[in-house]
């Protein structure tokens, strides 16, 4: 019998096994590879379609985002208002996405649909026909929501912030004006679509309670289709990175605004770096949780903020390291002023064990919560395959988490936590 006087012994985060859930691999007649994870104790099932269709892709401006959401706007068969009835009348949830490398679409069902949703994800990928009603809707839509958010500084701020850290061509730095969505015509999407979605690479992760006919599914209604493997060969292009040559900025969004939207931000390497692992620890001691130095100081002791938060890019090619909150106008320069002070003290201090235990723990019950069911283990599965990493990669991560040292957090700190490395950003 449990003795209740006895209190149990408290085990540290950093002191428990951390196993990442395998997946199975099946590969298609066409050469699409489909990783599947199979776990969970609801009857729901998540199909997620990976296209390397990203803004990187577009020669002009607005296009990929465009023949993205508007994938699920008609076939020759449906209308957008049949593709809608079809999905909710069976209870799923069919999402999509546009990201700088890569696109996708999400469906989110009962594993006993597959066979009705199925058919009709495969219709949106060979039979969209992107109505102009539609893309006239969508340009309208689209613009109005640029008009509202260009109010706010803080989206200002986000956009201004990644051209100066990658240049305004660059797709990491490139963001949309109104004449670039009237610029976009039927013809842009339809080839951009044919090329990258009807023709490109593609591959497909799926996580739950899985049918046992999922992968016959998959490969009758995707597997004879003119797709090719995510890991074909690919027209290469280029983009190069052009940095702002002035590092700080001052943009009066709101003459009257009493908030300052700051970004502090330089560029970094991505994540096959040696020093990548080991920084994102000392991101998180520097900013990356509620617990972090930057919050203790700008939020907590001086009452400048309600949140302050560093993090890497999340990026295949080139990354960066950012620092972003908002602050009141009138504190907005002694805000930049404290953060410099942390980077300062990281320079010249080691770090005592107690907060790097903090830290650790964080991290590695970070990652535990993110491998509490099938949806989350398949998306860092998913991670690491689109960022051509394996297995190893995240054990070493947790041993990076456990193992590295104040010493090397200070010589991190040397190497990257300079101010005159970093852009410096406020918009009121």
């Not at 008609?74 to 909710?88: Q, Y």
């Not at 972090?292 to 939020?299: F, G, V, W, Y």
């Not at 919560?369 to 070493?396: A, C, M």
């Amino acid at each position: 019998m449990l003795n209740r006087t006895i209190a149990p012994t408290i085990k540290e985060p950093v002191d428990f096994t951390i196993a990442l859930p395998a997946y199975k691999k099946y590969t298609l007649s066409n050469g699409i590879e489909v990783y599947t994870v199979d776990m969970g104790s609801e009857d729901t099932l998540m199909v997620n379609w990976v296209f390397y269709a990203g803004n990187w892709n577009e020669e002009k401006k607005a296009v990929a985002a465009a023949t993205n959401f508007l994938l699920k706007n008609g076939t020759s068969k449906r209308t957008a208002f049949d593709i809608n009835e079809h999905f909710e009348y069976h209870g799923a949830y069919l999402n999509r996405a546009c990201y700088s490398e890569t696109s996708e679409i999400t469906l989110h069902c009962l594993n006993r649909h597959t066979d009705q949703l199925l058919p009709v994800v495969a219709e949106l990928l060979t039979d969209a026909v992107f109505p102009e009603e539609e893309m006239a809707i969508y340009k309208q839509n689209a613009k109005q929501r640029l008009k509202v958010n260009l109010l706010k500084s803080e989206f200002v701020a986000g956009r201004l912030i990644d051209a100066y850290l990658f240049g305004e061509h660059h797709p990491y730095g490139k963001y949309n004006n109104a004449e670039d969505y009237d610029a976009i015509v039927q013809d842009d999407v339809k080839a951009f679509y044919k090329e990258y979605y009807q023709q490109g690479r593609c591959v497909i992760f799926a996580a739950g309670r899985l049918p046992g006919n999922l992968i016959e599914e998959l490969e009758k209604h995707f597997g004879t289709l003119p797709l090719q493997s995510h890991r074909a060969q690919a027209r290469i292009i280029k983009h190069i990175v052009e940095p702002a040559s002035q590092l700080k900025n001052h943009v009066v969004n709101d003459a009257q605004g009493v908030q300052a939207a700051i970004r502090i931000a330089r560029p970094f390497p991505n994540r096959h770096h040696p020093d990548f692992q080991k920084t994102l620890v000392l991101n998180s001691l520097f900013g990356g949780f509620f617990g972090s130095r930057l919050m203790a100081n700008i939020r907590e002791d001086k009452g400048y903020t309600y949140g302050i938060y560093s993090f890497l890019l999340n990026h295949i090619h080139d990354s960066g390291w950012m620092i972003s909150t908002e602050a009141g106008r009138d504190v907005s320069e002694a805000t930049i002023t404290e953060v410099y002070n942390e980077m300062e003290l990281l320079r010249e201090e080691p770090v005592d064990e107690e907060e790097l235990l903090m830290t650790r723990n964080y991290m590695i019950g970070s990652i535990l919560g993110d491998l509490d069911g099938p949806f989350q283990v398949i998306g860092r599965w998913k991670s690491l395959i689109l960022n051509n990493l394996d297995e190893n990669y995240f054990h070493t991560s947790l041993d990076v988490i456990r193992k590295v040292s104040a010493q090397e957090l200070q010589e991190l700190s040397n190497k990257y936590l300079h101010p005159g490395q970093f852009y410096e950003l406020v918009v009121i």
